[in-house]
Every structure is written in C-alpha cells, then in structure tokens.
C-alpha cells in the first residue's frame, strides 16, 4: 500500500494519467493500438511496442482467462471510446 500510494500521490501532482496501463482517454493511448493491440494486452498485459505492464493498475490478470471473444468485445468497446 505505501509504494502504491507514492505512485498514485505522483500521478495526481504530475496529471499523467494512467500510471500503468494505456490511456483510454483518446487522442493518444488506445486511439493508437489496434483491436488485435487490445486483445493481446488484455491476454498478457504486453503493449504493442512490446512493453510488460504490471496488472495492479490495468488488471489484465483478470482478464487473462477470459474467451478471445470477450476480449475481442470489450476491445470493440473501447476502441469506440477512443
């Protein structure tokens, strides 16, 4: 909980949002990441430059044992977002 609040603490005086996983806000982030980018980070948490996120922050963990099809959905869904 402490490294994590420091984390947090940071992100909230800097405004970089979000701290570990990729931004869903638009312009930027997951605007730039294809479908099958989505997919395959929600599978093993891997960005498309191949970078490794840690899962406390995006909790791609979880998401892991979910069917492609649900991966593939909720990547649809965000891809709208963006």
């Known amino acids: ?19 570990g996983g990729p931004d869903i806000r638009g312009g930027g982030g997951l605007s730039e990441w294809s479908e099958e980018d989505i ?12 970078e490794v996120r840690e899962g406390r922050f995006c909790p791609w963990p979880f998401f892991q044992g979910m069917s492609d099809g649900d991966k593939r959905s909720i990547a649809q869904y965000l891809k709208k977002l963006s």
Do not use: F
């Open 39 to 50: 997919v395959r980070y929600l599978a093993s948490g891997t960005t498309p430059k191949g």
């Open 1 to 19: 909980p402490g490294r994590v609040t420091e984390i947090y603490a940071s992100a909230l005086q800097s405004g970089e949002y979000p701290v």
